[in-house]
């Protein structure tokens, strides 16, 4: 019972620090105008991460192309990494640090967006992606922990979650994720 109780609260914890951070409040605020202004100008949302991240990346890809609250047209938005063909020919061929990098080149466009999703902040393969974007101008959105790893160093926005616990992480990067995608959907469309 005594670790039960102690992994619940530090998931309060580390959610209390991103609540009581006015950079972490302002970047999400951002996040979502980014997003929805990539929509609104016919853009599409390109979701990557590994692991549990890549879980995180398809979830959300989800919320948007499907829906979150309430029934409305679809967003153009997906997850880079559900081709398991794909991904398997690329990492094989190329280097598994290249299969974001290569299927974005052939997807992306400027005025799109890219949501890269890495508890350390430091993945190979997102890396590679976002120098892709910065040839092509995707705008970013780094999903990390507390330190931003070396994500951080490629701009856009920045949500570092405050906390170096791989758990935690995640279950604030989907808090996040879902308050973005709600965000999102309301501006986007009228509730019926």
């Known amino acids: ?3 039960i109780t102690e992994a619940i609260q530090q998931s309060i914890d580390a959610k209390k620090q991103i609540l009581s951070d006015e950079n972490i409040l302002k ?3 951002r996040a979502a105008k980014m ?3 990539s929509l609104r100008n016919g853009g599409k949302i390109h979701f990557c991460g590994n692991g549990g991240s890549a879980a995180d990346a398809q979830h959300l890809a989800a919320e948007l192309s499907g829906r979150f609250y309430f029934d409305r047209p679809p967003l153009n938005a997906e997850a880079l990494h559900c081709n398991t063909s794909y991904l398997t020919a690329v990492g094989n061929d190329y280097g598994y640090e290249h299969i974001f990098a290569r299927l974005l080149r052939g997807t992306g466009k400027k005025g799109d967006v890219l949501v890269g999703i890495s508890t350390s902040g430091n993945s190979k393969n997102i890396i590679e992606a976002y120098k892709v974007c910065q040839e092509l101008g995707i705008d970013i959105i ?3 922990g507390a330190t931003g790893g070396k994500m951080k160093n490629y701009g856009g926005i920045l949500l570092n979650v405050p906390s170096s616990d ?3 992480i995640q ?3 989907i808090m996040i994720g879902h308050i973005i995608c709600e965000l999102v959907e309301t501006a986007m469309f009228e509730r019926k």
């Open 1 to 3: 019972m005594r670790r």
């Open 27 to 29: 970047n999400i605020d």
């Open 35 to 37: 997003i929805e202004k």
């Open 142 to 144: 780094s999903m990390t």
């Open 166 to 168: 791989t758990p935690r």
């Open 171 to 173: 279950e604030c990067h």
